[in-house]
C-alpha cells in the first residue's frame, strides 16, 4: 500500500498518548481536553487503537482508489488532521504543543543519576557526561525492546498465510481476486496494522520529547523521510527497513555532530543533512533499486 499519510498517525498516536498520560492542562497552562495521567503503557496502546481505528475509517472509503489516488489521498488526510490538531485547541492546545508530557520512570532515574554523581565528584569527564545522560540509555534500550516485540510480531505474520495473501496482492491483485480471496479485506488488515504501529511510534516520540505541537508532524519528517529510509533499506524486508531507518537517522544526527568540527551553522546544518540523504537516495535508486536488504524470495511450501 502507497501510504504516504505516515505523519498523520504518527501524530494521532503522540497526541493520544500525551492526552491519556499527560498532566491537567491546569498544571501546565494549557487549554486542552485530557490529562488523565495514566500509565505509559495505557497511553502506548491508546495510540495504537486510535491510529488503528483512524485508518479503518480512512481505509473504507479510499482502498478502492488505484495506488497513485490511494496516494493523493492518504496524505490529503494526514494534512487535514494535522489542521485538525493546529485548530482544534479546546482537544490539543492548538499551535501552543502539549507541555510536560510525562517519560516513563524519568523522575526516578533521574534522582538515581544525581544521587550518584553527588557521591562520586571525581569522575572523569567522560565518565560523567556518560552517566549524566542516562536517561537517555534508558529510553533508546526502551525503544530497541519496543522495535525487536514489533519486529518479532511482524516476521511471524510474513512467514503466516496471511503475510503470503499480501505478497500476492502486491504482485497481481487481480489473479489473487479471482482465487477467492478479499484483497479489500486483506488490504485494509494491513493499513490498520500499519497505522497501530506508527501511532506507536508517535506514542514513544510524545514520552522523549515531552512537547509536541502540529509542527512536529510536517509530512517531510513524518512521511517522506519514513520512505527514504524503507526505500534505501529495502521495502517489503523487515530487517531492510530497519537499516534503513538507523542509516538515515545516522545522516541526520551525524550532520548536527560535524557542526562542531565544520564552519557550518545550524541553518546550513539541516540544509546539508538533506542534500546527503537525497544524494544517498539517488545512489541506491541508481546502482540498487531494491535497496541494502532486497526482499526475500518465499517459496510456497517453504517451512
Given amino acids: 500500500l502507497f501510504n504516504i499519510g505516515i505523519a498523520g498517525f504518527y501524530a494521532l498516536g503522540a497526541y493520544t498518548s500525551a492526552l491519556l498520560c499527560g498532566l491537567p492542562p491546569s498544571a501546565w497552562e494549557g487549554r486542552t481536553f485530557g490529562g488523565f495521567q495514566l500509565p505509559f503503557i495505557v497511553g502506548l496502546l491508546g495510540a495504537a487503537i486510535v491510529s ?15 495506488t497513485d489516488y490511494l496516494a493523493i489521498a492518504t496524505i490529503g488526510i494526514a494534512e487535514t488532521i494535522r489542521l485538525i490538531l493546529t485548530n482544534e485547541s479546546w482537544l490539543t492546545n492548538g499551535v501552543w504543543g502539549f ?14 543519576t544525581s544521587a550518584y554523581l553527588k557521591g562520586h565528584p571525581n569522575l572523569p569527564v567522560w565518565l560523567h557526561d556518560l552517566i549524566s545522560k542516562s536517561y537517555d540509555w534508558f529510553y533508546l534500550a526502551l525503544v530497541l525492546v519496543v522495535l525487536f516485540i514489533l519486529y518479532l510480531i511482524m516476521e511471524r505474520l510474513v512467514r503466516s498465510p496471511w503475510g503470503r495473501v499480501i505478497r500476492a496482492i502486491r504482485e497481481d491483485e487481480d489473479a489473487t481476486s479471482m482465487l477467492g480471496k478479499n484483497t479489500f479485506s486483506f488490504k485494509m488488515q494491513a493499513l490498520v496494522l500499519g497505522a497501530m504501529i506508527m501511532g506507536i ?3 514513544m516520540y510524545a514520552h522523549y520529547a515531552r512537547f509536541i505541537s502540529p509542527v512536529s508532524f510536517k509530512p517531510l519528517y513524518g512521511t517522506f523521510i519514513v520512505w527514504v529510509m524503507l526505500i534505501l533499506g529495502g521495502s517489503g524486508n523487515n530487517k531492510g527497513a530497519i537499516l534503513g531507518g538507523f542509516t538515515v537517522w545516522g545522516i541526520w544526527a551525524g550532520t548536527d555532530f560535524l557542526t562542531k568540527y565544520l564552519p557550518f551553522t545550524s541553518t546550513q546544518s539541516a540544509s546539508l543533512r538533506v542534500i546527503l540523504i537525497a544524494v544517498l537516495l539517488e545512489v541506491i535508486l541508481l ?3 531494491q535497496g541494502l536488504l532486497p526482499p526475500k524470495k518465499h517459496l510456497f511450501g517453504q517451512k
Avoid: D, E, F, N
Fill in 52 to 66: 488503528g481505528v483512524v485508518a479503518m475509517l480512512v481505509g473504507a472509503p479510499t482502498l478502492r482508489l488505484r
Fill in 99 to 112: 507541555q510536560q508530557i510525562p517519560s516513563p520512570l524519568y523522575k526516578t532515574i533521574h534522582a538515581a
Fill in 201 to 203: 511510534g508517535g506514542s
Fill in 287 to 289: 546502482w540498487r533499486q
